[in-house]
């Protein structure tokens, strides 16, 4: 009783944050909502603070106001474009992650509740804070023996705090799931299940080392590309210590042009080691925007920050990377057939029209005139697609499209005349000529292993949707509509919603 009324006094803050950032009724969703809660929005919006001009620009203020579960909810909203639509995943992926520091005597606290000792006896130097996030912030260090390292410290109670959040949010999810059928359909429950699952991981500090140490040892004959080693000795749960990467942030375009850094060379690097991570390895950072990466002082490029890493079953990267070797080779039909092997169209489409839609993608890129390609653009058609063909996008992909796209960016801000495709096809080529070369041993072998690799995956998915139409007959009678994407925006409208109405039946639920 008291904790549901700590949930819903959380819930009426944000609801209250919300809409002084015009980000809780937003009035480009108004329309869809019933009148009493236009009304609401209406009087919401009198004084709102948010001028931003798009609705997902106004969510990410206030989500930055309301703090670190808040920023994760966003960032997490950003990975499923499928769920939110593209235009608010798109401004939420810009989310900013900087708060104010917390002091260098808790910092110190941290470290010495973590092993025990006093810094001075497990650092020669320590420094102020360099970098505050949601999460946590960084300090620089020297150890005893004179080496350099970054210090990541987890703020103090951000564990406690964030859980509180996320108990409240699954309380609106409970809510909203209960009265609302269109989203139910878009599953809030699992979704915030999902959300504290994926936060729990950047919530332990050990698991980040993991993520380092696994991807330098995938890199380590890649000579121009460098991972901090990791400290083990000085990381626990709530602190990791890495080797400083000493040199100039991505960033900083002036200094590397001042050290001659070759900048051309510089972004294909960026793409095409964005690449082998993903389908060389299937394990691949997904946070790799320019504040991430250092140009060390030998010239090689420092990547660091391991918190967010996607990972590609080996279907998943085949798939990858025979769509990217279709649309090479224009061969249409043989990408939709990936598709709908895969899994990834539901069966009553067409596969006809389906490579239709992919050559309406494919045949601009043809023209061989890279310098104009956008690939995020075309990334974002092959969205368009998607919806059209209720296709069901596995996460891993969707991260991988959106760091694809940060990483575009990033390259293209290094050189502005970047040809993507060029950039891509060696490793792209490398790939395939490995992987899916098996073809040249014969087409039935590769087709044998490939349905036997893809069916099994498949099951928990055809049980689900076997499941779930069940459920959907059950409710509806035998008439019923599969989910389409429409019902995005209710689930927008629905979020939205669950805020406005905390204050409403907090009163209500406490009187009860
Ligand atoms: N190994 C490192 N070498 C040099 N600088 C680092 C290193 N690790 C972190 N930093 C600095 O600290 C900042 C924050 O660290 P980061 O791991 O990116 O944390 P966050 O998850 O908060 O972004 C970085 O942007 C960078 O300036
Ligand atoms: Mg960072």
Not at 111 to 139: C, D, M
């Amino acid at each position: 009783m008291i904790s549901a009324l700590a949930d819903y006094a959380r819930l009426a803050r944000a609801g209250w944050t919300l809409a002084r950032h015009d980000a809780l009724i937003p009035r480009e969703f108004a329309h869809l909502t019933p009148a009493p809660v236009r009304l609401a929005g209406a009087v919401s919006r009198i004084g709102a603070v948010g001028r931003a001009k798009r609705p997902g620009e106004r969510l990410a203020l206030a989500f930055e106001k309301l703090g670190p579960a808040y920023v994760k909810l966003g960032q997490f909203m950003a990975t499923r474009p499928d769920i939110v639509g593209f235009e608010l995943a798109d401004d939420l992926g810009r989310l900013q992650d900087k708060m104010p520091p917390f002091s260098e005597a808790a910092a110190r606290r941290e470290i010495e509740k973590a092993f025990g000792k006093p810094v001075e006896a497990l650092f020669e130097t320590f420094s102020a804070p360099i970098a505050a996030a949601s999460i946590a912030q960084a300090h620089k260090a020297t150890l005893k023996d004179g080496s350099r390292v970054a210090v990541k410290i987890l703020r103090p109670q951000i564990e406690a705090k964030a859980g509180r959040e996320f108990r409240a949010f699954a309380r609106a999810a409970a809510v909203v799931e209960a009265v609302s059928k269109a989203a139910r359909r878009m599953e809030p429950v699992k979704f915030v299940e999902t959300l504290k699952a994926s936060a729990a991981i950047e919530l332990d500090l050990r698991l980040e080392a993991g993520a380092a140490s696994e991807l330098a040892e995938n890199l380590k004959s890649e000579s121009q590309v460098r991972v901090p080693g990791v400290v083990w000795p000085l990381t626990a749960k709530r602190v990791l210590t890495v080797e400083w990467i000493s040199g100039t942030p991505l960033g900083d375009l002036a200094a590397l042009d001042r050290r001659g850094v070759d900048r051309r060379a510089l972004a294909k690097l960026v793409i095409r080691n964005f690449l082998t991570q993903a389908l060389h390895d299937g394990f691949f950072h997904a946070d790799m925007h320019q504040g991430n990466m250092i140009v060390d002082d030998d010239g090689r490029l420092g990547l660091i920050d391991f918190g967010i890493m996607g990972r590609l079953d080996e279907q998943a990267r085949r798939t990858f990377a025979e769509i990217i070797y279709g649309f090479i080779a224009r061969d249409y039909r043989r990408t939709a057939e990936v598709h709908f092997e895969a899994g990834y169209v539901p069966p009553g489409h067409s596969m006809e029209a389906f490579a239709q839609a992919l050559r309406a993608v494919g045949e601009p890129l043809q023209g061989r005139n890279a310098h104009e390609v956008d690939m995020s653009r075309v990334l974002q058609q092959l969205f368009d697609v998607t919806a059209l063909f209720d296709m069901h996008l596995r996460p891993e992909l969707v991260l991988l499209q959106r760091t694809m796209v940060t990483v575009e960016g990033v390259a293209r801000v290094l050189d502005p005349g970047i040809d993507m495709w060029d950039a891509a096809t060696p490793v792209v080529k490398d790939y395939v000529t490995r992987s899916i070369g098996l073809e040249a041993q014969g087409e039935k072998l590769r087709a044998a292993t490939r349905k036997a690799a893809e069916i099994a995956p498949r099951l928990p998915h055809y049980v689900e949707a076997i499941g779930k139409a069940a459920e959907r007959y059950m409710e509806n009678g035998a008439a019923a509509e599969p989910a389409r994407s429409g019902d995005r925006g209710a689930l927008a409208a629905a979020l939205w919603f669950a805020g406005a109405s905390g204050l409403a039946l907090a009163a209500a639920l406490a009187l009860r």
